[in-house]
């Protein structure tokens, strides 16, 4: 399995930085992995193709430069890693 070359500090639903809540992107090359450590998030691709229930053990996967935003359930715990390949292939 790849290993990630950077990983974020742990966030909470009432201390998650604002541009995490907003569409953003990771850029070209990038991927990352949204673990949840409590609760759940939603994990919503602004292009429409769909949104991702991630919870702890059912990491969400941000492909490279695809515009999203997250929007957590009170209580909920997240981090998110960032590799230079899918981590999940």
Do not use: C
């Amino acid at each position: 399995m790849a290993e990630p070359y950077k990983t974020t500090s742990v966030w909470t639903s009432d201390r998650l930085p604002a541009g995490i809540r907003s569409a953003h992107s990771t850029k070209a090359g990038t991927w990352g992995l949204l673990n949840v450590l409590e609760g759940e998030v939603l994990l919503v691709f602004e292009d429409g193709s769909g949104n991702v229930r991630v919870t702890p053990g059912n990491p969400g996967l941000i492909p490279p430069e695809v515009l999203h935003h997250v929007e957590p359930a009170a209580g909920a715990k997240m981090q998110v890693e960032f590799y230079h390949e899918n981590p999940l292939a």
